[in-house]
């Protein structure tokens, strides 16, 4: 059954993503540690070990609590129409992606029930702890794992894929249109999921969408468009996917606990979460968990993140203390501030 729907297009060049990130609060299992760290610098503190440290196991757990956001799966409305309501579309790398200047000014109240939008255009900026984790923009080493995807010549064919902390979706789309059997989309916020990945997918699972531009140009190529455009859905490109919000173990213990049987992904492709070292036990449990023991990652990231501490050989580091993974770079990116992607396999 085809499905059509309208959507307006602009081609205008993408803006490059920011070089830094900003310093993002210290989540989870690592507050109670830096407690400690306080307390022994404080002579004036409580003089009851026991009381102190019970005192601080409670923060900690507090705070951790605050972190965690549920997981959630998101569905996919029946009339797609509704889906790229009020959405204007700009191309990059071949592939259509919500404009996000026009969903900050047309996306409130419901639509925006986190208030992830409001918060991050008062504040400006592209993280807020806890509350927002940067899925609203592409960073630029989603680029360069795109590219990498065609140099190495990545195979998607009849795969199951996973796209961590997804963001727009760039990388599960560039699985789709390799004819992957199965991609799953997860982002930490709802309202990105709803507001920005999934509308990409449906665009870009539309007939007129892959005939739109051509090369692997970043800046438009033609002008913008004046009028909507009409497409035809793909629905059956549609029914191989699924789309997951919120905290990684929550998503990893929604998915082993689902009723609808989900196998272990052979690929997971994730950019720039390696940003914060306080997240590397959470993303090295799930990889842990959900990929295939023959499977991969690719996992693109700047080689250090000023002001958070994170980085790729630190995260490469990481994987070695655990002695689960073992990790290859693949490629080493030198333009502007130095990139990698690396490649995560299980050790025999």
């Known amino acids: 059954m085809d499905f059509q729907f309208n959507f307006a297009v602009d081609e205008n060049e993408n803006?490059?993503?920011?070089?830094?990130?900003?310093?993002?609060?210290?989540?989870?299992?690592?507050?109670?540690?830096?407690?400690?760290?306080?307390?022994?610098?404080?002579?004036?503190?409580?003089?009851?070990?026991?009381?102190?440290?019970?005192?601080?196991?409670?923060?900690?757990?507090?705070?951790?609590?605050?972190?965690?956001?549920?997981?959630?799966?998101?569905?996919?409305?029946?009339?797609?129409?509704?889906?790229?309501?009020?959405?204007?579309?700009?191309?990059?790398?071949?592939?259509?992606?919500?404009?996000?200047?026009?969903?900050?000014?047309?996306?409130?109240?419901?639509?925006?029930?986190?208030?992830?939008?409001?918060?991050?255009?008062?504040?400006?900026?592209?993280?807020?702890?806890?509350?927002?984790?940067?899925?609203?923009?592409?960073?630029?080493?989603?680029?360069?794992?795109?590219?990498?995807?065609?140099?190495?010549?990545?195979?998607?064919?009849?795969?199951?894929?996973?796209?961590?902390?997804?963001?727009?979706?760039?990388?599960?789309?560039?699985?789709?249109?390799?004819?992957?059997?199965?991609?799953?989309?997860?982002?930490?916020?709802?309202?990105?999921?709803?507001?920005?990945?999934?509308?990409?997918?449906?665009?870009?699972?539309?007939?007129?969408g892959r005939r739109m531009s051509s090369g692997k140009d970043r800046k438009a190529s033609k002008p913008p468009s004046k009028r909507p455009r009409k497409a035809e859905g793909s629905p059956d490109v549609l029914n191989k996917c699924r789309f997951f919000s919120g905290e990684w173990s929550q998503v990893s213990q929604l998915l082993l606990n689902s009723n609808k049987p989900c196998s272990k992904y052979d690929i997971i492709l994730t950019s720039e979460t390696i940003y914060n070292p306080d997240y590397y036990s959470a993303l090295h449990d799930t990889l842990a968990q959900l990929l295939d023991r023959n499977g991969r990652v690719y996992l693109a990231s700047k080689v250090h993140y000023f002001g958070v501490g994170g980085g790729v050989y630190l995260f490469e580091k990481f994987i070695e203390e655990r002695n689960m993974f073992k990790t290859r770079m693949v490629k080493t990116i030198d333009q502007g501030l130095q990139r990698c992607i690396m490649e995560i396999v299980f050790k025999n």
């Open 15 to 208: 803006s490059e993503a920011d070089a830094h990130f900003l310093l993002l609060c210290s989540p989870k299992d690592k507050q109670e540690p830096r407690e400690k760290s306080r307390e022994a610098a404080n002579p004036a503190a409580d003089s009851s070990p026991r009381l102190d440290a019970a005192k601080h196991r409670d923060e900690a757990a507090s705070k951790k609590n605050l972190c965690v956001k549920a997981a959630k799966e998101h569905s996919i409305p029946e009339d797609l129409n509704k889906v790229l309501e009020n959405k204007v579309m700009e191309t990059v790398l071949d592939l259509l992606h919500v404009k996000l200047s026009v969903v900050e000014m047309t996306c409130s109240g419901d639509a925006d029930s986190e208030g992830i939008i409001s918060k991050s255009v008062s504040s400006h900026s592209d993280l807020i702890p806890g509350v927002y984790e940067g899925g609203l923009k592409i960073w630029e080493c989603t680029f360069d794992l795109m590219d990498y995807f065609s140099e190495a010549e990545i195979e998607f064919t009849n795969k199951t894929v996973l796209d961590l902390g997804c963001g727009a979706g760039l990388l599960g789309i560039a699985a789709l249109r390799g004819e992957a059997a199965r991609v799953h989309f997860q982002d930490y916020n709802s309202t990105v999921i709803d507001e920005i990945t999934l509308p990409n997918v449906v665009a870009n699972c539309t007939r007129e």
